[in-house]
Structure formats: C-alpha cells, structure tokens
C-alpha cells in the first residue's frame, strides 16, 4: 500500500499575499515520492474571482439608516490593512529564473515604493507555483523548473542520477549543464500535469500498476511526454498497455493507431499494438472475406442468415466509398464471381430435380426439400448481384444470366411457387439497367429480353401479391427502359410480343405502355417530321 504526504503548494493570492497549501502526493512502498494528484491542477486552472472586483453599480442605491451607519465601519476597516503591492509575472519570472531553493519564499516585492499605487491584476492572470519533491526527503541535488503556458510554474525537486538514467533528453541536458549549475528550466511545457507524473514514474519499479487505473486518453498524453523525453521504459508500459485495453469507440481507436503509427516510423516497435488493426499476412483480408461469404451463402438458418447478408452489404458498401480501394475491388469481384457460378451450377442442377420431381412416385418431402433450396440460392444469387451493382461490377453477372437458356427452358417445366424467386433476378436486371447502374452491351441486354422476359412475364401475376420485395413500377420502368436501349427493329419485335400478351392478360402482364409510345414516336411521328423537314428545304 502506497503511504500518502503533504506537499507544497504555493498559490499568488491578491493585493501581494502568498498562501502556501498542502496537496497530496503520494508515496511508493520504494520510498520515492509520485506525481501529485490531477485535483491540484485542475483547481489552479480555475478561475477565482476576489471580492474587491465585483462590478459597481453606475448609481448609487438609495440606503437604509442602518445600512448608512455600517459604511464608515467598513471603510475604517480596510484602512487599517496596510496595502502591499501585488506580485507581478516579472517577480514571478525573475524567482523561477534563480531557480530558488526555497519554493515557500514569497516574491520580493520590497524594492516596489510605497508611494506608488499598487496595480491590480486579476487572479486569473497570476502563475501558479507548486513545488514538487521527488525521492527521499532532503536527498534532491537537482531542480528542474515546468513553466506552462496555462500559467503553471511547476518546480521539481529530483535527483540527478535518476533522471539521467531513464531519460536520454535529461542525460544529454545535464551533460550540457556540467556541475556549473543544479537547475533545469524548461519553458512553454504542453501539458505540466502529464510531465510531472512522467517525472514521478521514473522512480516507479512497478510501472504497469501504476499505468492500470489510467484511461486511455491519459495513456496516450503519457506515452507523447515519455517520447519527447526518451524515456524507454515508460514507452514500452504505455504500448503494453494499449496493447491490452479494449479501445472503446472509433475515436479512441483513430487517435491510438495515429500515435502508434508515428512511433513506428520513429523505430519504436509497435507491431503488437496494430496487430489488432492490421494482418501480418498479405491476403488475409481476401481469405477472411471469402471464408465469411461461404458461411454466409451455406447457411439454413433463416433470421441470421438475412441478418448477416445485411450487415456485410453494409460494409461493403463503405468500403466501396474508400478512396484508393480499387486494387482491393477487382480481387474481390473475382470471388463473388466464383461464387455466382457456384450457385447458377447448383442452380440449375436443383431446377433439373425438381422438374424430375414432379413425377407422382416422387415423395412429397423430397420436393418440398428442393424448393426450399431453390428459394435459398436464388436468395444468394440476387444478394451477391446486388454486392456487385453497388461495386459497379455487375455487366458480367448480366451476361452470365442471358446465357442460361437450359435454366429458362426449366423455368416452364416448374410450378410457379418453386420459380418465381428467379424471375425477381432478372427484374432487377431490368431495373439496374434502366437506373444506368450497370452498362452490357446491346448483345447481352437483347439477349436478356429475349431470354428472360416471357418468363417474367408469366410469371407476373404471382410476382404482385405473393412476392413483398416486389416493386411493380420499378420493373414496368426498368423493362421498358431497357427496351428502348435497342436498336428500333428489336424493339418493334419485343413491344409487338409483349402487346399480345397483354390484351390477352391485361394486369396480369407487365404495364409497358410508356415504352410502347416512345418506340410509337420514333417509328411514324418522327420520320413523318424529318420528311417534311426535308421537303421544306427542296422547296427552299
């Protein structure tokens, strides 16, 4: 247990008076003193506010009898107290400078007339002195002066050999010092309350205990002040703690590996600490990303597995959002691109099953197991186009699917309750193509009409009321946007089919009438206007 003394504060007081307090330090079971408590800083950066520098009113207020026989009482009494002259930052400064070995010794002040009128400076703006004994009581041959720019004067009493022998900044100051003198001063001090108790840990043997309570924000403030001084010791406790804690916040987390980052490039190893940010092993990243994607797109547990999908869409996305994160992208899109062909193979093998299982001797449980997976890896599918959309990767995807005519041939031989999940792919193709977030070439979008579309389109009316994710005017658009990318002729084959089509189920089929007109215009308005436009300049 840690013994706890009285150490010496000396705080400038107005009208000249110096008030000496007592704070606590506390004492090591070696016998070295530490750092004082942060309460004794913190309390001298407040502002104290005297009673002589209250605002007078600009009239006077009308007084009561009795109120009027106490004023000369007051006045008499404040005549009687000799006025001495305040301390001034020149006094304060001249005393610091002597590095004095009396830290109770008030300013002189002597030399200061008694005829001339004593200026008064508010507390705020008066240093505070505090002196501070390191070691055995009595047994310091050396001073080491703190001014900080908050006003803070902070005298250190230490030792030497101490000092030198865990810090290479005091080593080499003290070698240029030589015997001639016993003081150190140093100026414009950051943060004093953070050196101090850098000081105080070089008399610490335990140093991780001392560190454990602290926070850290303070543990950082601590390992910048332990750099500066090169204090070794101090550095590594500061990085084995940080290694250790848990950083709470991605704040902390930002400000820990910036310093850590800066140290490393100093030649301090740091590595244990961004172990926890950064692999040691170059292809970490893609391993992990597709060993999660396998746990992902393999799973049969509904809730997580819709839960998880969301989460990795997520940051995905704000990795996409990262500057400098195309190298990273196209090792990425290589994967999700195997594991789309993985799901169309198993795909298409389910489709094949199933249409097999619609024999009558088939047992009812192995068809119901089928549409289950079915349902499953059209889910995958359509979560790994929507990865791709976002990472404006998904022109490739789009040709993967126009060319699976065995899966469209299949798709007829299904109930509709088994196929429709595939018919909400190809919508959102569609839909993606008409927002210009993907961009195949005019091959891929004819042959995706031509594939996919009557499949959608049978599939239309279950797709309204037993599918929810189901946005009908999104699809109208994106079908009929999509159309309009064609040359004229294949949208004349592809309008003139779709409308049969819809005379003959009129909701049941896609509404595709803004299409139809805008492929109108362009076949018999405008070449109509372009004709007159040319007659008009013949005759001209």
Known sequence: MSDVRLGKVVEQQGQGQTRIKNVPIAVTPEGFWCCP??????????????LNNKPK?????????????????????????????????????????????DPERPPAAASVATTERPQRNKVET????????????GTCDM??????KQGFCVKLSVHRDVLREKSSFFAEKFSELGGISSCLQIEDCEDVEIYVETVGLM?????????????????????????????????????????AVPWVGEEEEEKVVSTVLRLKGEGIGVNPVLKRVS?????????????????????????????????????LRENNSLPGSTGSADICNDMIYRSCRSCLDSLLSLFKQAAEADVPDTPSISRESI?????LEADNLSWLLEILVDKQAADEFALMWANQEELATLHGKLPIVARYHISCISGRLYVGIGRGELLPSKNTRLSLLQTWLQPLINDYNWLQHGCRSFDRKLVEEGIGRTIL????EDQQSILLSWVGSFLKTGDGCPNLQRAFEVWWRRTFVRPYMEGQGNDAMQDS
């Open 279 to 315: 692999p040691e092993i170059s292809n970490a990243q893609k391993d992990t990303l597709s060993h999660i994607l396998e746990l992902v797109l393999k799973s049969n547990e509904e809730r997580g597995r819709r839960e998880m999908k969301s989460i990795v869409l997520k940051l």
């Open 203 to 243: 008399y610490c043997k335990e140093m991780k205990q001392r560190l454990m309570k602290q926070n850290v924000s303070r543990i950082l403030r601590i390992l910048k002040v332990a750099e500066s001084l090169g204090f070794s010791s101090c550095i590594q406790s500061c990085l084995d703690h940080l290694e």
């Open 57 to 101: 009113p600009s009239s006077p207020p009308l007084l009561s009898k009795n109120t009027a026989h106490k004023i000369p009482a007051s006045v008499t009494e404040r005549r009687a107290v000799p006025a001495a002259p305040p301390p001034s930052r020149l006094v304060v400064a001249s005393d610091v400078q002597k590095c004095s070995d």
């Open 371 to 375: 549409l289950k997976q079915i349902a």
């Open 126 to 137: 008066l240093p505070k002195k505090v002196a501070i004994e390191f070691g055995e009581a």
């Open 143 to 148: 001073k080491v002066v703190l001014l900080g």
């Open 485 to 488: 990318t064609l040359p004229l």
């Open 37 to 50: 408590s942060p309460v004794v800083f913190q309390k001298g950066l407040k502002v104290q506010t005297p």
